[in-house]
Structure formats: C-alpha cells, structure tokens
C-alpha cells in the first residue's frame, strides 16, 4: 500500500554535504509523520530525523543537531535530510521511513513507524 524510495546517498570528504531525498507512494487517509534511521555494520539501527506531517515539529538524534535538517514537501509526497558537516562516524545505511496514520508524537523507535524503503548508502571518508 506504501512504497518508500531513497535517493541522494553517496560517497564524499568529511565536511561535505549531501542531501536524501524519499519519496513516498500509495493511499493514506490521515497525517502521517517521516523519519530517517541509519544502520552501519555490526550496529543497530538508530535513529537519525523526524518531522510531523505539517513540518511544524522536527526532532533529531543528538548526535545530528546542528548538522543535518529534515525536511517535507507534502504536494510531492517527499521527505528530505540535508546533511552537513559530514563526518565519518556518518557512515551508514540510511532508511526512510513513514507510519500509517501519525499514530505517535516524535517517534524515535522504529516499531513506532510502519512502512521502510530499501535505504540509500553514505559513506564519509576522512
């Protein structure tokens, strides 16, 4: 019913930017909130970034703040993480992911959302 896809991954420098892009498809019949997790080998997956589905609440990882911003475009049904000052400790898997119906405030964990794509690599060298 829902379909997430990434974008934007890549490898670059520490101190570079890049920008994820997740586009989402299918039916929904209320608000929903996005979000964005990470996994990096032999890690768990965490969480990185989320944003309500009117934009007004953005909430981020401590160890993002100040650095990444996420962002939505609900005509375009896209949600987007601008990353700066990437370091290597960024590297990781990066997920896009998305609940049914807005059914948690600023969620964090991932059993708090429903539908996952299939991630998008980036990787920071030093």
């Known amino acids: 019913q829902v379909q997430l896809v990434e974008s934007g991954g890549g490898l670059v420098q520490a101190g570079a930017s890049l920008r994820l892009s997740c586009a989402r498809s299918g039916r929904t019949f209320s608000t929903y909130t996005m979000g964005w997790f990470r996994q990096a080998p032999g890690k768990e997956r965490e969480f990185v970034a989320g944003i309500s589905w009117s934009g007004g609440n953005t909430f981020y990882a401590d160890s993002v703040k100040g650095r990444f911003t996420i962002s939505r475009d609900n005509a375009k049904n896209t949600v987007y993480l601008q990353m700066n000052s990437l370091k290597p400790e960024d590297t990781a898997l990066y997920y896009c992911?998305?609940?049914?119906?807005?059914?948690?405030?600023?969620?964090?964990?991932?059993?708090?959302?429903?539908?996952w794509g299939q991630g998008t690599q980036v990787t920071v060298s030093s």
């Open positions: 992911a998305t609940d049914a119906y807005g059914r948690s405030s600023a969620p964090r964990r991932p059993l708090q959302y429903d539908y």
